[in-house]
């Protein structure tokens, strides 16, 4: 099984700061990784595939990188509506996987 | 709109059985493999299993095979979780979430449900 790694697992930030998300993963998943973001009560939301591919209606503060075993979420100036939990997740392999989430907070 | 609804949660003994149901709108259902994923209380995501647009290939996390069963119905537009010998660990917020290429096995879940809650307590 893959293990993803998130770090931190909180970040404490201001509005209109950058948010930089980590996440680590056990082996290589190639770049079939994905990032989804969380609100309490709610259902998780698709925001990143492939990397580095956003999603449908995501802002362009949004964006992913890396490849292999390494990954970033960057979130460039936050905005109110981006305080949440990020999870990433891997499809690389069965069992699909995620990581514990990190939760950015004012 | 495109969307998944989750129902059949509740509260059940150690031991007992439930059985989830998810209806699909808004997207050609037998196109698409979906997904369950949990999450217990105050936890992360967990995924659980995988049924492929046909119906034919299935995958399960090691905690629940055994016990649990997906299956579709194609025709109905729904997908199903049998959930048998419930544990204590089991109780979990579950989800049913789409997969967002087509025919594709391993994909990015881009439409998710609400969830629907199933308590396994004594």
């Known amino acids: 099984e893959i293990v993803l790694t998130q770090s931190p697992a909180t970040l404490s930030l201001s509005p209109g700061e950058r948010a930089t998300l980590s996440c680590r993963a056990s082996?290589?998943?190639?770049?079939?990784l994905a990032w989804y973001q969380q609100k309490p009560g709610q259902a998780p939301r698709l925001l990143i595939y492939?990397?580095?591919n956003r999603a449908t209606g995501i802002p362009a503060r949004v964006s992913g990188s890396g490849s292999g075993t390494d990954f970033t979420l960057t979130i460039s100036s936050l905005e109110p509506e981006d305080f949440a939990v990020y999870y990433c997740?891997?499809?690389?392999?069965?069992?699909?996987?995620f990581g514990g989430g990190t939760k950015v907070e004012i | 709109q495109v969307q998944v609804v989750e129902s059949g949660g509740g509260v059940v003994q150690p031991g007992g059985s439930v059985r989830l149901s998810c209806a699909a709108s808004g997207f050609i259902f037998n196109k698409h493999g979906i997904h369950w994923v949990r999450q217990a209380p105050g936890k992360g995501l967990e995924w659980v299993a995988f049924?492929?647009?046909?119906?034919?290939?299935?995958y399960y996390a090691d905690s629940v095979r055994g016990r649990f069963t997906i299956s579709r119905d194609n025709s109905n537009n729904t997908l199903f979780l049998q959930m048998n010998s419930l544990r204590t660990e089991d109780t979990a917020v579950y989800y049913c979430a789409k997969n967002r290429e087509t025919y594709y096995d391993s994909s990015p879940f881009d439409i998710w449900g609400q969830g629907t809650m199933v308590t396994v307590s004594s």
């Open positions: 049924i492929r647009y046909d119906g034919i290939n299935k």
């Open positions: 492939d990397a580095s």
């Open positions: 997740q891997q499809r690389r392999n069965w069992p699909l996987t």
């Open positions: 082996q290589s998943v190639s770049d079939y």
